[in-house]
T-cell receptor, first 118, second 113 residues
Framework: DTEVTQTPKHLVMGMTNKKSLKCEQH?????MYWYKQKAKKPPELMFV???????INESVPSRFSPECPNSSLLNLHLHALQPEDSALYLC?????????????????FGPGTRLTVL | KNQVEQSPQSLIILEGKNCTLQ??????????LRWYKQDTGRGPVSLTI?????NTKSNGRYTATLDADTKQSSLHITASQLSDSASYIC????????????FGAGTILRVKS
């Protein structure tokens, strides 16, 4: 299995709803990421989990709450979102490998969840 | 400040033609440079990854070059196909282990028949 899967593909929610985005990989990667991508913009890093521990939080508002239940799963819990939070949410995982004499983190992205907040 | 700049912003070419996309970066410490292809509404898919010691890498009709001295990279697409229409993003990895990615804004390529 060489892919990152995300569910749901599309999500429409109101500002008072609570929902969760799910991400799964079975490549044995120990680092997992959440990105937010607005239309015609590059992805913006939100969170990084390394060995199931949160290692980077890019000052993301608390209405986004990540969770890493095990090494294969990554969730993003959503609560009281704003319309400006509407975006494509991408999950990625990475492995470290040796290439060209250097250690690199090779990131694999999932297909994303298209989130619309009404 | 770590930055990745891409040009052109968008490009329209005829099917079967070649094209070259450019990427300039100021990222330190440099770990590696990647080109991703992203279809609309989908996640980015890696095309090539190059470290500082590699100056060219091919993946089918895609060939990437890297000049670490001038901090420039290019992605050349040969014999373009309609399915090449996508956003092409240059991403540079920073940091000791290269796990912090700096994204370019992307070049939107449209291939016409």
């Amino acid at each position: 299995d060489t892919e990152v899967t995300q569910t749901p593909k599309h999500l429409v929610m109101g500002m008072t709803n609570k929902k969760s985005l799910k991400c799964e990989q079975h490549m044995g990667h120990r680092a997992m990421y959440w990105y937010k991508q607005k239309a015609k913009k590059p992805p913006e890093l939100m969170f990084v989990y390394s060995y199931e521990k949160l290692s980077i939080n890019e000052s993301v508002p608390s209405r986004f709450s990540p969770e890493c239940p095990n090494s294969s799963l990554l969730n993003l819990h959503l609560h009281a979102l704003q319309p400006e939070d509407s975006a494509l949410y991408l999950c990625a995982s990475s492995q470290v490998r040796l290439a060209g004499g250097a250690l690199i983190h090779e990131q694999f992205f999932g297909p994303g969840t298209r989130l619309t907040v009404l | 400040k770590n930055q990745v700049e891409q040009s052109p912003q968008s490009l329209i070419i005829l099917e079967g033609k070649n094209c070259t996309l450019q990427c300039n970066y100021t990222v330190s410490p440099f770990s590696n440079l990647r080109w991703y292809k992203q279809d609309t509404g989908r996640g980015p898919v890696s095309l090539t990854i190059m470290t500082f010691s590699e100056n060219t890498k091919s993946n089918g009709r895609y060939t990437a070059t890297l000049d670490a001295d001038t901090k420039q990279s290019s992605l050349h697409i040969t014999a373009s196909q309609l399915s090449d229409s996508a956003s092409y993003i240059c991403v540079v990895s920073a940091g000791e282990y290269g796990n912090k990615l700096v994204f370019g804004a992307g070049t939107i390529l449209r291939v016409k028949s």
